[in-house]
């Protein structure tokens, strides 16, 4: 059995802020996910995964995705757009970020255990990671 399916909150990060400030990103909008619950919800059915993340704090929200593994998709991140690719090895997840020439961009890669989830995301400027806990 998949590993994948199951919920997670987050219980911590390892430089995280670090990494988003060092991708552009404003340091408030970076500072968030360490002031919100942030539960996140996987279920793999055959080469779909659904991902649900839901935020709970001053952006109270839910998003959900379907991804069909090894095809192209588009995720929003802030006022852009990102194409992207899901693969998936075992219990590890790896989603990447494709540049419009083509080149990777950030891959975020999740590797799920029996105890939780980690997610490690990386670019050429380095990583953080965020720490989850299986509900």
């Known amino acids: 059995m998949s590993l994948v399916n199951g919920k997670y909150v987050k219980s911590g990060e390892e430089g995280f802020?670090?990494?988003m400030?060092?991708?552009?990103?404003?340091?408030n909008f970076a500072q968030r996910p360490q002031d919100e619950k942030f539960?996140?919800?996987?279920?793999?059915d055959g080469n779909k995964l659904t991902r649900s993340h839901i935020v709970e704090g001053a952006a109270d929200k839910t998003r959900t995705r379907e991804i069909i593994l090894g095809q192209e998709y588009e995720e929003q991140f802030g006022?852009?757009?990102v194409k992207n690719v899901a693969t998936l090895e075992g219990n590890v997840?790896?989603?990447?970020?494709?540049k419009?020439?083509?080149?990777t961009g950030i891959s975020r890669i999740h590797t799920f255990s029996e105890?939780?989830?980690?997610?490690v995301h990386k670019s050429s400027k380095g990583e953080g990671k965020l720490l989850f806990k299986r509900l």
């Open 17 to 19: 802020k670090e990494f």
């Open 93 to 98: 997840l790896t989603i990447t970020s494709l």
């Open 21 to 27: 400030i060092s991708q552009g990103m404003p340091e």
């Open 115 to 119: 105890d939780g989830l980690v997610v």
């Open 100 to 103: 419009e020439d083509g080149s």
């Open 79 to 81: 006022p852009r757009k």
């Open 39 to 44: 539960i996140s919800e996987y279920k793999l």
